[in-house]
């Protein structure tokens, strides 16, 4: 799990491209992408776990991929989501 966002569990690495965020420092964190934390902060530090499941959903659908594979990965996106560290404490 470490490959991907503690927070959306999106891959930190997309498509061959680098989407971490960033820490208050600067550098770049390893555990957050930039859709969810930048500056050593998280952009929407008061989405829930419901709303994150939903924007994942929808991040899913206008992505990349076939409508089986988006299908597959939309059932399994709930499941995968709580093993981010972000959640772990909240449910």
Partial sequence: MEKFCQSCAMPLNLHGQDVRGTEADGS??????????AK???LEPDISF?????????????????GFVKFLMKASYPFMLKKAKRWQVQK
Avoid: D
């Avoid at 419901?50 to 076939?66: D, H, L, R, T």
């Fill in 40 to 42: 050593g902060a998280f």
């Fill in 28 to 37: 770049q964190s390893t555990s957050y992408c930039s859709y969810c934390y």
């Fill in 50 to 66: 419901e709303q994150m499941v939903a924007k994942g959903k929808k991040a899913i659908s206008n992505g990349q991929g076939n």
